[in-house]
């Protein structure tokens, strides 16, 4: 019986020796140490021997199966070793092939307009500023001249907060937010997002405005004018024409809307300026009286003139979109289309 193990563990050595693969010698280890293997055989078969044989064959059995069982493991673990070095062998990196390329972003058309029109301002003194956009019924209504029972309130559509607060309808609250912590004179930009409850083709719940705000002594409508048409002309070409009509703000007197020479039919009659020929761009005037009185300016010391921009409008015309709500899709198609653009 003894004899019978030592030629089965030297058969056993050749098959190990002849194995060149571990699935070769996973065979080997099936067809000795498996369910149904040679070795397990005869472990099964101690049973029917006598005592005596039953501890010399068991001990030899059992000595057998741990060589075995080591031969296994250490051929199968150099082979293995084997097989990952043939791998890292063939699979050299070239670290001089080309990556894979990402591509480059674009920014978005509405900073970049924001940009341009900060930048045009910045040239004449204009610095930037900015508030929250949750802000106080005081800042965002009453210290602009419009009171609890003010129509005009009406008008702006507000997201109404539980605590009291409001979503800002306009960027003119920041006018009031830079009087009250800066003295005259002052010459300030408030780009940033604004809220109201409407939402259709054309009108977006949030939406930006950029403020402008200019105090000073002795400042007068001739120079909301000249710089207004200005900016305008700076943006959108030398040659355009700029229209002044009078209009209605509570926190401004006189106010006035601004209108640019529409600038796809240069004047003729589109449908993008309604057969006009001229495009709505912004609210501007004279700062209220109650205004400076609300922020503790004095009304008869200093003058100042206010202005407010959509800035999604003026995208929309400068770069010629024809749908606001492709301002807002986020489609990487559509803003991969402004990568080189001013
Ligand atoms: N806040 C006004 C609006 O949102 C615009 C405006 C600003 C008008 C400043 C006059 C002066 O409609």
């Given at each position: 019986m003894?004899?019978?193990?030592?030629e089965?563990?030297s058969?056993?050595?050749t098959?190990?020796?002849?194995?060149?693969?571990?699935?070769?010698?996973?065979?080997?280890?099936?067809?000795?140490?498996g369910?149904?293997?040679?070795?397990t055989?005869?472990?099964?078969?101690l049973?029917?021997?006598s005592n005596?044989?039953?501890?010399?064959?068991g001990?030899?059995a059992?000595?057998?199966?741990?060589?075995?069982?080591d031969?296994?493991?250490a051929?199968?673990h150099?082979?293995?070793?084997?097989?990952m070095?043939a791998?890292?062998?063939?699979d050299?990196?070239?670290?001089?092939?080309?990556?894979?390329?990402?591509?480059?972003g674009?920014?978005?058309?509405?900073?970049?307009?924001?940009?341009?029109?900060?930048?045009?301002?910045g040239r004449?003194?204009?610095?930037?500023?900015?508030?929250?956009e949750?802000?106080?019924?005081f800042?965002?209504?009453?210290?602009?001249?419009?009171?609890?029972s003010?129509?005009?309130?009406?008008?702006?559509?507000?997201?109404?907060?539980?605590?009291?607060g409001?979503?800002?309808?306009?960027?003119?609250?920041?006018?009031?937010?830079?009087?009250?912590t800066?003295?005259?004179?002052?010459?300030?930009?408030?780009?940033?997002?604004?809220?109201?409850?409407?939402?259709?083709?054309?009108?977006?719940?949030?939406?930006?405005?950029?403020?402008?705000?200019?105090v000073?002594?002795?400042?007068?409508?001739?120079?909301l004018?000249?710089?207004?048409?200005?900016?305008?002309?700076?943006?959108?070409?030398?040659?355009?024409?700029?229209?002044?009509?009078?209009?209605?703000?509570p926190?401004t007197?006189?106010?006035?809307?601004?209108?640019?020479?529409?600038?796809?039919?240069?004047?003729?009659?589109?449908?993008?300026?309604?057969?006009t020929?001229?495009?709505?761009?912004?609210g501007?005037g004279?700062?209220?009286?109650?205004?400076?009185?609300?922020?503790?300016?004095?009304?008869?010391e200093?003058?100042?003139?206010?202005?407010?921009l959509?800035?999604d409008?003026?995208?929309?015309?400068y770069?010629?979109?024809?749908?606001?709500?492709?301002?807002?899709?986020?489609?990487?198609?559509?803003?991969?289309q402004?990568?080189?653009?001013?």
């Amino acid at each position: 019986m003894i004899s019978r193990l030592e030629e089965l563990k030297s058969k056993c050595e050749t098959a190990l020796q002849n194995a060149d693969t571990v699935s070769g010698i996973e065979d080997v280890r099936i067809s000795y140490l498996g369910k149904k293997g040679v070795l397990t055989d005869i472990l099964k078969g101690l049973k029917d021997l006598s005592n005596e044989e039953k501890a010399s064959v068991g001990q030899a059995a059992n000595q057998i199966k741990t060589q075995i069982t080591d031969a296994i493991d250490a051929k199968r673990h150099a082979l293995e070793r084997d097989e990952m070095n043939a791998k890292l062998v063939s699979d050299t990196v070239d670290v001089s092939a080309p990556g894979v390329g990402r591509g480059s972003g674009a920014s978005h058309p509405l900073h970049r307009m924001e940009k341009l029109i900060v930048e045009c301002l910045g040239r004449i003194g204009f610095s930037t500023v900015s508030g929250p956009e949750i802000e106080t019924e005081f800042n965002n209504f009453e210290a602009l001249n419009i009171p609890a029972s003010h129509p005009a309130r009406d008008m702006h559509d507000t997201f109404y907060m539980k605590d009291g607060g409001v979503l800002r309808t306009h960027t003119s609250p920041v006018q009031i937010r830079a009087m009250q912590t800066m003295a005259p004179p002052l010459r300030i930009l408030a780009p940033g997002k604004v809220f109201r409850c409407d939402a259709d083709v054309s009108h977006s719940p949030v939406f930006h405005q950029i403020e402008g705000l200019l105090v000073d002594k002795h400042v007068s409508f001739a120079e909301l004018k000249g710089t207004l048409e200005f900016f305008l002309r700076s943006l959108f070409g030398d040659s355009k024409k700029v229209r002044f009509r009078p209009s209605y703000f509570p926190f401004t007197v006189p106010s006035c809307e601004v209108d640019l020479e529409c600038v796809m039919c240069k004047g003729k009659g589109c449908g993008i300026c309604k057969q006009t020929g001229w495009l709505e761009v912004m609210g501007a005037g004279m700062v209220h009286r109650n205004v400076f009185k609300a922020v503790g300016y004095d009304p008869e010391e200093v003058t100042g003139f206010a202005f407010g921009l959509g800035v999604d409008r003026l995208a929309m015309l400068y770069y010629q979109i024809s749908d606001i709500r492709l301002l807002y899709e986020n489609d990487a198609r559509f803003i991969s289309q402004f990568k080189g653009a001013a």
